[in-house]
């Protein structure tokens, strides 16, 4: 049996321990969320984003900043045309023309697969309307409508004439794609 001396040491030695564990545990904090748990949020960002997952996308919002990933998860959801989910990172803060590494902002990505609503709602947030970029992707992908709109013909106007060459590198690419609906709308050099 202990004596009651030995009790109170050991007791002591058990809040010491406990008192140890949890400091180690505050300080390496930041080290655990930067090194493990962040990296995962942002994952399980990226895939509600991919899933099309509005709720999902929400709930992860609060833990990570779309802005410091690899890539663009507005950029994701303006390729996948998905408007509500477009305006759910948007209210949240998400950068409207934000590449991640080297990739295509959301405009352009939105521009090559022809999603016109959410060109408009980027454009409304502040996106780089007159990029000449995505004109050359929607004319390289055969999407008329797009083009159409980023030619200023589709409820806005262009704040600056076209270049010549920016016509003539999309004439060229919807020529190699074969697209003579584009072709038809780009003016002739």
Known sequence: MRSKQE???????W??????MGAVGVLGLPWLWTEVL???AARQLSL?????DVRATGVWLRLVDPDRMAYSVLGEAARQGNTELVRLLLERGADVNHRGKDGPTPFQQAARYGHLDVMRQLITAGADEEDDEA???ASQDCRP?????LLGQGGWRRKTPLLPETVERARRLAGAAGCEAVLRLLPSP
Do not use: F, N, T
């Not at 009790?7 to 030695?13: A, M, T």
């Not at 809040?15 to 140890?20: D, M, P, W």
């Not at 509600?48 to 099309?52: D, K, L, P, Y």
């Open 7 to 13: 009790g109170v040491s050991i007791l002591h030695g």
């Open 15 to 20: 809040r010491a321990a406990l008192a140890l």
């Open 38 to 40: 962040r990296p995962k």
């Open 48 to 52: 509600a984003v991919m899933r099309g």
């Open 135 to 137: 004109l050359e992707r």
């Open 145 to 149: 409508e797009a083009v159409k709109l």
